[in-house]
């Protein structure tokens, strides 16, 4: 498993070794969201950097999810469709959502690193 990457938007990137990235939403986003129960999926397919591609409703609020960076959705998480919780419950391992190939896997590097992504937590404190 790479290092993860991370957005503004408190989604997660990993590089698989296969060479396409699994996305989800941190452990931060889950907790502000509260109890997931319904997650919306994107279909398989090209989508643009910031394309709204799934929804995330819980007990608190619904949330769009985006495309973090241009690339094919090749597979999505049937699971979160029985088991949305699985989101809160392990956010960062089954709790993914899709997976993609991007268009230019050196686009991961414009994204931020786990310490990068602590500290703008942490400002938000």
Request: glycine share 6%.
């Amino acid at each position: 498993m790479s290092e993860l990457r991370f957005t503004v938007e408190h989604e997660w990137l990993r590089l698989d070794e296969d060479g396409q990235v699994t996305v989800g939403v941190t452990d931060y986003a889950q907790e502000a969201l509260g109890d997931v129960v319904f997650v919306q999926l994107p279909e398989p397919g090209p989508y643009s950097q910031g394309a709204e591609v799934a929804v995330l409703e819980s007990v608190k609020a619904a949330s769009n999810i985006t495309m973090p960076l241009d690339g094919e959705v090749t597979e999505v998480n049937d699971e979160l469709n029985n088991r949305p919780e699985l989101v809160n419950e392990a956010p960062v391992d089954e709790g993914w959502f899709f997976r993609i190939r991007l268009a230019d896997n050196a686009a991961l590097e414009t994204l931020m690193t786990a310490q990068a992504y602590a500290r703008l937590i942490d400002a938000k404190a």
